[in-house]
């Protein structure tokens, strides 16, 4: 986790960029209908090769150089919560990794699997009734199953591929998006927007903390380090002028995003994971009765946190899934090179691009690599010229012929 979970290091590669196209159907459902399934033939046709070493293996040198016969299964995908319905094949009415519906998103237990067989049953089932190819009649029945209209995901001849194990509960959107989403909102809405703006506005920040003067109400476009910061302080803020239980209820869901963000966990660990998520459970009636919320606690990522404990259990700790990284790697492999040309041949021109800069680095690296082995290194140099430094040169970048064009980027952890 220490290590591809650091961009300087490289672990994550541009795979592909997927397009992003502009259907002329009058009708927006249907338009969004096209646009997942054309997202799910570009990871059938790119993920070819993976599914074929999945299935018959593929020999691979190791890390000492030994000769190994590996599979490739799909075991994380990292996104978020509109890429995983996209992705479970499911409606934003029903849950990407469980077979609950949009009413069971607020219960207090976990919901069965949503297997890959339970899947590609219902898409069997489904295609008995209505005909793909009609495309309003085919996604007028497919709501009715809780699917989006695919009826070829990507992962359906996968070996060892099942959506409710590779989709991941990822801290970025998860924890700190469902926090500022729903948990600050519940507060701001009891406590009012101007009192605790004003209680924002008396504490003394140390230095080193980030200190919201104006307070949070009016916040527009915050950013994960802000949504660190105001869990925080929210505790202490509205203190005394919310509820005992409703400060129960929001601090059992800033214990739980805090617990699990640990790197190792045990299973004293994992208990005090399931109690905070059980006392808020328990406590959750008090922030209908103050008025945080109407009428009922069908919120999505609020029944992903049933699946953390068991997430930890088959692939580690959720911290190993944030986007942080991905999203990074969007900036300097797609909108960085995207930003140095003139907007002609962006498809051509950005993946040149892409292609130097890979090798680029890959000669530096053998190049260190070959020189931190070097026993005799060349001490032949005039060593009067040890102590010229020449004057740094400015090498001209050459301008690639780039353009803004909106695009996926898909990375695979290397």
């Known amino acids: 986790m220490d290590i591809h979970s650091k961009g300087s290091l490289h672990s994550h590669l541009l795979l592909a960029l997927l397009p ?187 230095v080193g903390y980030c200190s919201f003067a104006d307070g949070i109400s009016k916040l527009k476009q915050v950013t994960g380090h802000d949504h660190h910061s105001i869990q925080q302080y929210i505790l202490c803020v509205v203190t005394g002028a919310a509820p005992p239980r409703f400060i129960a209820a929001i601090h059992a869901l800033l214990d739980f995003c805090y617990l699990a963000q640990m790197p190792v966990f045990d299973e004293q660990a994992l208990a005090k994971l399931n109690a905070a998520l059980a006392v808020f459970h328990a406590d959750k009636h008090a922030i209908l009765a103050a008025g945080g919320r109407s009428e009922h606690f069908w919120i999505p990522k609020l029944e992903l946190m049933q699946h953390v404990t068991p997430s930890i259990h088959t692939s580690g700790a959720p911290m190993q899934w944030s986007v942080d990284i991905t999203k990074h790697a969007h900036v300097t492999e797609v909108k960085n090179p995207a930003c140095t040309g003139n907007n002609q041949n962006y498809y051509a021109q950005i993946a040149c691009h892409l292609d130097c800069s890979d090798k680029c680095f890959r000669f530096d690296l053998a190049t260190n690599i070959a020189s931190s082995h070097d026993p005799h290194p060349n001490n032949s140099s005039d060593p009067t010229d040890e102590d010229h430094e020449p004057d740094d040169e400015k090498v001209p970048q050459s301008a690639l012929s780039l353009s803004h064009t909106e695009n996926r980027g898909l990375f695979q952890d290397s």
Request: charged share 20%.
């Open 20 to 206: 992003v196209p502009s259907f002329i159907h009058k009708r927006s459902c249907i338009r969004s209908l096209l646009s997942d399934r054309l997202f799910h033939c570009c990871l059938d046709l790119i993920l070819t090769p993976l599914k074929i070493v999945a299935t018959i293996g593929v020999m691979m040198n190791g890390p000492h150089g030994n000769l190994r016969y590996c599979y490739t299964p799909l075991v994380g995908y990292i996104a978020d919560m509109p890429e995983q319905s996209l992705l479970a094949c499911t409606s934003p009415r029903t849950s990407s990794m469980s077979t609950a519906t949009y009413k069971e998103f607020g219960d207090d237990k976990h919901h069965d699997p949503r297997t890959t067989e339970h899947t590609l049953n219902t898409i069997s089932a489904l295609c008995s009734r209505a005909d793909p190819d009609d495309l309003p009649g085919f996604l007028k029945v497919a709501k009715s199953f809780g699917l989006n209209g695919v009826h070829e995901p990507f992962w359906r001849d996968w070996p060892l591929s099942d959506p409710a194990q590779f989709l991941k509960v990822e801290p970025l959107h998860h924890f700190f998006r469902m926090s500022w989403d729903h948990d600050i909102q519940w507060c701001i809405t009891v406590v009012g927007d101007d009192e605790i703006d004003f209680r924002f506005n008396l504490l003394q920040m140390p």
